[in-house]
């Protein structure tokens, strides 16, 4: 699966109809586990150096630059992905892809690393199996690509000591 969450996806109706081709008809009674590819905001526009300087920036606005172990990380790989759970998933793909502000409902993640594709969805029966699944995956992930520069992240268990890679 690879949906493009473009800018012109503006309303969550948007949303709803970009990815409606992987949604059952009652969408709104499962809880999803997704995963996101996400992209570093400068690309194509700054050179690498001002781009990390700029992610910087905004983290330190956002007042947490302190507390995230994982930035550096981030502004080395080539591939971002944020895995997540919900159980709307059209209302947190467009808090993700829109309210970004410093007390806006995205998560950090991707409030520094924009969407870029809706890169896979998967529904469960309840937010426990769900958010099972999501510290699994982002796991698995991690090690999967332990040698190449890519960096997989969700909330869940955020206090974890990121040497998956880089180490």
């Not at 409606?20 to 526009?45: F, Q, V, W």
């Not at 790989?77 to 806006?104: C, K, P």
């Not at 769900?130 to 206090?159: C, G």
Request: glycine letters at 2%.
């Amino acid at each position: 699966m690879k949906i493009e969450l473009s800018l012109d996806l503006r309303t969550k109706m948007d949303i709803a109809t970009a990815v409606g081709s992987c949604l059952p008809a009652n969408y709104t009674d499962h809880h999803y586990l997704y995963m996101i590819e996400c992209r570093r905001k400068y690309e194509g526009s700054l050179t690498a150096m001002e781009g990390d300087h700029s992610i910087r920036k905004r983290a330190n606005a956002l007042k947490q630059y302190d507390s995230l172990p994982w930035l550096n990380r981030c502004l080395e790989a080539h591939t971002l992905v944020y895995i997540g759970e919900s159980s709307d998933i059209v209302r947190r793909l467009h808090e993700h892809m829109w309210d970004r502000s410093q007390n806006g409902r995205a998560a950090l993640f991707t409030k520094l690393f924009p969407p870029h594709y809706l890169r896979d969805l998967k529904w469960f029966p309840n937010k426990d199996a769900a958010t099972l699944a999501e510290k699994n995956v982002r796991k698995i992930l991690n090690r999967q690509f332990r040698d190449q520069k890519a960096f997989a992240y969700s909330d869940v268990d955020e206090n974890e000591t990121w040497t998956a890679f880089f180490s």
